[in-house]
């Protein structure tokens, strides 16, 4: 007999109870009564679900029904189902509550739904299945670039997310199932709504994500095999050619690895004699520069940090001694998973490292002990510690994706790929399907990691490429260059032109910072998020959106002359030459197989879009003062939340940040702007917004706004105002308008 319980129901099946309730308006907890107390690391413990009084009626013969917004939940006896519905009662899942008790997990769904999740790619395996998964999949975090999450979806409407630090799902049209073996109790979520909506719920489980520091925004150049004076000339050939840069990403050099003492923590003074005692970090402050530094899981054992992690048992349970690989010592892992073990280890990393110049983390190698939680666990020690004394922003990139491992500002690069056009043609798959378990935060090794050197056009379209992704970075094995300079003076102007188009869109960009920490969608995302319906993006991986309103599609052939793009539907304009396209239809772009020259970016039709005016050598460089803002207004309203803070610090936790939205729509003869109240405590530097209304001749514009005859005459009066003229998207109209301040503004056509 079905029971009423407080906050849900109660069902009484042949293997037990189970207790469904709403834990919120698009979250179903499904869960056997006696499941394990402590939940899983995927789940985040500071933030637990409360309870949600979902809307209750009876089903007659089968019982309780439980419902909100988004969907609604009934026993279907005949069935011996539990049957999980949409907001407009079609049938989206149905679960087979006989097995739910046992652990295992049986679920029907409509056989044409396209399944993502569970899993990425690691760095050499095949990527070409693209994003749908099916068949026999394993919740892991894995190796080499591979992320994983006991996490499936549907665009259909749903997605099921396991209480389980490592499960096994089998997929077939029409069926899901799954096993935890460590679990034997049912304990499983069902989120409900739209993409956007499900992620949104997976962050408000799995944990939301700290914002990375501003600088992160920009470019990360990671080097192996050079010294201090290398490394300034690295530096300072960059700054001479005004090619930006903020962060310097070290490899093995920076350690004194091998030595004793703390040589896995500290600086090496033969290779960098001014490391130790924060003069070159002075030197690199000065250069608006950022050193990061290679991290690993392991320690020697005959140093007396060694022996200290063999008096505590720290190291990884029934792992044997080896010799490193580049110390050629004895070495062995140490078990992140024992909290003394974090505390000790993230201590001594604060100690030799960051208190000397290390601003960031660059996690290497904790992916080879067969745990899914090791690589989770060794940056949550980094970060709990960094956090403990200091408040500035803790950065890091890691070598695999753990679902909760984003709680503790941990980013993920694709592992040690090969250079060349098919290696850079895969990552694409790779990042949009680490995108779909929830690792928002995602780089590679642009130019590609090993066999050996780019050619000039690889390199210059793989630049490209990364521009558009959230972490951009470049790296080679030992020895191998990076910089764009490298690469002959085709490649580095076109390579150089990428990153400086990525530094104009910081604004747009750090705005996602703040999106996804909100909404638990990040920079990044496929396309088929914001069209789940179009059958023909179920699996495309050839293009993204970067944010809500720029579509990126560059190119991974070599010697490409042509493109063929498929838009969605909507009315699409090119960035670069202003050629605009109606979606719902695959175009064929002209490709500069010569001097490479062209990135395939296009502008979703609403979109409002942030540049910053002037060009920097680096984030930060010179106050943000004036902020151009590109609209391209459509019928059906459209909004950008522009965000910025100090960029630094935690502050914005407490309120210490400047949110601001920009909306607009075009009815009829007339363009609605309109520019929200601002909200938080920071006052940034931001005086004016210079707002470029795209789409037609304007007559007049509303209010006490001066005309200007020309956009240099607006410039010059200091202050608001509007003029008209032509830029390569065809007519426009600048409206000047003070920053932080809500304005409404009419434009009549």
């Not at 150089?496 to 969608?521: F, K, M, N, Q, W």
């Not at 062209?598 to 039709?605: A, G, H, Y």
Request: charge should be neutral; avoid cysteine.
């Amino acid at each position: 007999m079905d029971t009423t319980v407080r906050h849900g129901i109660s069902i009484d099946t042949q293997g037990g109870q189970l207790i469904v309730r709403f834990v919120a308006p698009g979250i179903v907890h499904v869960q056997h009564p006696h499941a394990a107390a402590a939940p899983a690391l995927v789940l985040d413990p500071a933030a637990r679900p409360g309870t949600f009084d979902a809307r209750r009626s009876d089903d007659g013969a089968n019982g309780p029904v439980l419902a909100s917004e988004r969907g609604s939940v009934r026993r279907d006896r005949q069935q011996r189902q539990l049957r999980i519905d949409d907001a407009q009662q079609r049938p989206l899942l149905q679960i087979d509550l006989d097995a739910a008790p046992s652990g295992a997990l049986n679920l029907r769904h409509d056989p044409r739904d396209a399944l993502y999740g569970i899993g990425g790619y690691n760095a050499t395996e095949d990527a070409s299945a693209g994003m749908l998964r099916n068949g026999k999949q394993v919740a892991m975090s894995g190796e080499q670039g591979h992320a994983g999450a006991p996490f499936v979806w549907s665009s259909a409407g749903y997605g099921v997310l396991l209480d389980s630090d490592g499960a096994s799902f089998t997929l077939a049209p029409g069926t899901i199932s799954a096993v935890d073996a460590a679990r034997r109790q049912a304990d499983y979520y069902i989120l409900l709504g739209t993409p956007a909506q499900i992620f949104a719920e997976l962050a408000q489980l799995s944990g939301r994500s700290p914002l990375f520091p501003k600088w992160a925004m920009g470019f990360t150049n990671s080097q192996w095999g050079i010294d201090q004076q290398e490394l300034l000339q690295i530096v300072d050939t960059y700054r001479a050619k005004h090619i930006p840069l903020d962060n310097i990403t070290l490899d093995f050099d920076w350690k004194a690895w091998g030595e004793d003492d703390y040589g896995e923590f500290r600086w090496n003074p033969a290779k960098f004699p001014d490391g130790p005692s924060g003069a070159l970090k002075k030197q690199m402050d000065a250069r608006g520069i950022r050193l990061t530094g290679i991290m690993k899981p392991r320690i020697h054992l005959d140093t007396v940090e060694g022996r200290y992690a063999s008096a505590h048992g720290f190291w990884v349970p029934d792992e044997k001694v080896s010799d490193d690989y580049f110390s050629h010592k004895p070495v062995q892992d140490i078990d992140f998973d024992l909290p003394a073990a974090r505390r000790w280890f993230g201590e001594l990393a604060i100690k030799y490292g960051y208190d000397h110049g290390i601003a960031g983390w660059w996690n290497d190698e904790a992916d080879t002990v067969g745990s899914d939680t090791e690589f989770m666990n060794m940056q949550r020690a980094l970060y709990d510690s960094q956090r403990a004394v200091s408040n500035l922003r803790v950065w890091s990139i890691n070598r695999n994706f753990w679902l909760g491992s984003q709680r503790y500002a941990y980013g993920l690069w694709s592992g040690d790929i090969p250079t060349g056009f098919a290696s850079m043609a895969g990552q694409r798959a790779r990042m949009l399907s680490a995108i779909n378990v929830g690792a928002m935060q995602w780089g590679m090794d642009g130019g590609g990691f090993k066999d050996g050197t780019p050619t000039p056009e690889n390199y210059a379209r793989w630049i490209q490429f990364g521009a558009f992704t959230p972490i951009f970075r470049v790296h080679g094995e030992l020895g191998q260059k990076r910089q764009p300079w490298v690469y002959g003076p085709v490649a580095e102007k076109a390579a150089t032109d990428a990153i400086r188009l990525r530094y104009a869109l910081v604004p747009y960009i750090y705005s996602y910072e703040h999106a996804r920490r909100a909404t638990g969608v990040g920079l990044v995302r496929p396309l088929l998020f914001d069209w789940p319906h179009d059958p023909k993006l179920r699996n495309d991986v050839d293009s993204w959106l970067f944010g809500d309103w720029l579509l990126a599609s560059p190119v991974v052939v070599e010697g490409q002359t042509a493109k063929d793009i498929y838009l969605p539907a909507g009315r699409w304009t090119d960035w670069f030459s202003g050629k605009t396209y109606d979606g719902g239809q695959t175009i064929r772009l002209a490709i500069d197989s010569k001097t490479w020259s062209d990135i395939p970016l296009f502008v979703r039709e609403g979109a409002i879009i942030p540049t910053r005016p002037d060009p920097v050598d680096y984030v930060g460089e010179r106050p943000l003062t004036r902020l151009d803002v590109d609209v391209f207004p459509a019928a059906q309203r459209s909004t950008f939340d522009y965000y910025d803070d100090d960029g630094a610090s935690y502050d914005y936790e407490r309120g210490a940040y400047f949110l601001q939205p920009l909306s607009v729509q075009r009815q009829g003869a007339t363009v609605q702007l309109n520019i929200g109240k601002a909200s938080g405590s920071f006052k940034p530097a931001l005086r004016f917004y210079l707002l470029k209304i795209h789409g037609g001749a304007v007559a007049r514009v509303s209010g006490k706004l001066k005309s200007f005859p020309d956009l240099e005459a607006l410039q010059q009066s200091g202050g608001e105002g509007w003029a008209s003229g032509r830029d390569r998207y065809g007519e426009v109209t600048w409206v000047r308008v003070t920053a932080g301040r809500a304005t409404r503004v009419t434009l009549a056509m």
